[in-house]
Each structure stands twice: as C-alpha cells, then as structure tokens.
C-alpha cells in the first residue's frame, strides 16, 4: 500500500489549495478514504473522509462549507480541494486508507480506524 500526498505549499489567507493522494498497491475502490490533519502542538484530527462509493462521510466542523473532498476511482486518486484558507488550518495533510467494502459512516473520522498512511504534506496559511 502507498499513498503519496501533494499539493501543500504556502497560500495568504483566503487562498485556495488543492491536495491530491496518489494511492497505489491495493484495491481503491474497496477503501474508504480520510483526509487529516495536524497542526503544531494538536493531535491529529479528521478533515474529511470519503466512502469507496464516492459518498463523503464526515467533513469537521471548521471546515465545513470551505473543503471539499472527493475521489476518482478509476485513477486512485483523492482530492481535498480547500478555499478560504485560514491560518488556523496551517497543518500537515495526511491521507489515509482502510479497507471497507461497507461503508461505516460512524468511524471513518477516527484516526484509530485508519490501516494506511501517507507520509504527508505541509499547508502553510499565512501573509
């Protein structure tokens, strides 16, 4: 399993990103999906998380209305497409993958339920 995160960089706030999740090794259209971050000091948290169906499960709270994420299966690739950034949403972005066949709304934004993990990629918000 392999996925590789890329996208980060620096943005002013307001600014938009898009994160893509290169993912290779395993059957994607049998994995749910997880976008999450950590921010300096925080532990790391569920941004958004995707079922193999393309049916988006969780956003958090302080990203609603301002991330989408979405999948292609056909090229094992997620995106987290971000807009109005904010300097609190400075982090590093991880993907993460599980194997999940039947989608299980209830714990795809805990970090715990995730099996497989990109090594990252750094969104910096500020002026």
């Known amino acids: 399993v392999q996925l590789v995160e890329s996208g980060g960089g620096l943005v002013q706030p307001g600014g938009s990103l898009r994160l893509s999740c290169a993912a290779s090794?395993?059957?994607?259209?049998?994995?749910?999906m997880g976008w999450f971050r950590r921010a300096p000091g925080k532990e790391r948290e569920c941004v958004a998380s995707?079922?193999?169906?393309?049916?988006?499960?969780y956003y958090g709270e302080s990203v609603k209305g301002r991330f989408t994420m979405f999948r292609d299966n056909a090229k094992s690739t997620i995106t987290l497409q971000m807009n109005s950034l904010k300097p609190e949403d400075t982090a590093v972005y991880y993907c993460?993958?599980?194997?999940?066949?039947?989608?299980?709304?209830?714990?795809?934004?805990?970090?715990?339920?995730?099996?497989?993990w990109g090594q990252g990629t750094q969104v910096t918000v500020s002026s």
């Open positions: 993460a993958a599980r194997f999940a066949p039947i989608p299980s709304s209830g714990s795809t934004s805990y970090t715990g339920w995730y099996d497989n």
């Open positions: 090794g395993f059957p994607f259209s049998n994995y749910a």
């Open positions: 995707i079922a193999w169906t393309g049916i988006t499960e």
